[in-house]
Nanobody, 122 residues
């Protein structure tokens, strides 16, 4: 059974930093793309960042470029999202996803985590 479990979300002040983790289990993800998406109340789920599990192909939404960094640790089967210079508009539930297509669209991602709440206070 494939599982993606996010952690690390919490309340943080604007300008602060957080690191989200996504622990993956249940299958080999070596040929998969791993993505981070987020959804704020009343808004559609939006792309944040993605990376190829085997390395490379990092890509970011314009809104987070230069502030967020996606990485992975193959030994720990974990993908990270380092978020710096956080803004109130970054407040959302953050989801980790895995899929066989390297894309910024949520549709092709097969597996999703349950989400972790990030709240940035002004």
């Amino acid at each position: 059974q494939v599982q993606l479990v996010e952690s690390g979300g919490r309340l943080v002040q604007a300008g602060g930093s957080l690191r989200l983790s996504c622990a993956a289990s249940g299958r080999t993800f070596s040929n998969y793309a791993m993505g981070w998406f987020r959804q704020a109340p009343g808004k559609e789920r939006e792309f944040v960042a993605r990376i190829r599990w085997s390395g490379g192909s990092e890509y970011y939404a314009d809104s987070v470029k230069g502030r967020f960094t996606i990485s992975r640790d193959n030994a720990k089967n974990t993908v990270y999202l380092q978020m710096n210079s956080l803004k109130p508009e970054d407040t959302a539930v953050y989801y980790c996803a895995a899929g066989g297509v390297v894309t910024s669209s949520p549709g092709p991602y097969t597996y999703w985590g349950q989400g972790t709440q990030v709240t940035v206070s002004s």
